[in-house]
């Protein structure tokens, strides 16, 4: 004789098969003596580029800290490969970071009207050295999780990173020092925060429904920067 199973049942079976996801929400934090960070003189390139160009290294407020990238260690957890854009507009990369997942592109183009220079330091990546004249476009490959400093040649002060991560669960702190990371399957990772000035630090975190908190401290990391 068959038996008629209830759809109640067959729905509970259902969703509790599937595994849960949570995110991870969290801080950034330098709590040592903030350096001055002042602006950069451009010289002779002054009725281009104006006088002053911001430095963007080491932006903090109220103890937040800016633009560290935080991103799950480990393959294989969802997401695809975008596009992203870097531009070199009124004498700076715009945006500073750029984090990606590899396999990502990263189309480089520029709005300026003088001329500028691409050369990135990548060692897992193919890197580049382009000269870029007005309207120029030139596109790159992120194969390969690594962090990539790029600079040009032409205008010291222009400085971008770009952090290719190993998958899609990543995030770039906020003002505040803030960030998420959304829709992580549920388990136990190693999570790590990167700053350009500041190095990296990592932590295990267990992600289950819900949201899991963690925060990262850097001040203890850069003794010297922090008497600059």
């Known amino acids: 004789m ?11 079976l259902a969703l509790t098969s599937q595994a849960y996801s949570g995110s991870l929400k969290g801080t950034v934090k330098f709590s040592g003596e903030i350096p001055d960070q002042k602006p950069v003189k451009t010289g002779k390139f002054k009725k281009i580029c104006g006088e002053e160009i911001p430095n963007q290294s080491f932006m903090v407020h109220k103890g937040g800290l800016m633009n560290a990238v935080i991103y799950l260690e480990g393959d294989d957890l969802g997401g695809e490969p975008g596009e992203f854009v870097l531009d070199q507009k009124d004498c700076r990369y715009s945006p500073h970071i750029i984090a990606g997942k590899k396999g990502s592109t990263l189309v480089i183009k520029t709005s300026d009207p003088i001329n500028h220079n691409i050369h990135t330091y990548s060692f897992e990546n193919d890197p580049m050295n382009l000269m870029f004249t007005p309207g120029q476009e030139e596109e790159m490959d992120l194969d390969e999780p690594e962090v990539i400093k790029v600079e040009c040649d032409l205008h010291s002060w222009m400085v971008a990173w770009i952090v290719v991560t190993p998958n899609s669960k990543y995030s770039i702190s906020k003002k505040d020092g803030s960030f998420e990371i959304p829709d992580i399957p549920a388990g136990t990772y190693k999570v790590k925060a990167w700053h350009e ?12 429904d819900g949201a899991s908190e963690v925060t990262f401290d850097f001040s203890s990391l850069a003794p010297q920067l922090s008497k600059k």
């Open 2 to 12: 068959t038996k008629i199973i209830p759809i109640t049942i067959i729905l509970f």
């Open 197 to 208: 000035a500041l190095g990296d630090l990592r932590q295990t975190v267990k992600i289950g």
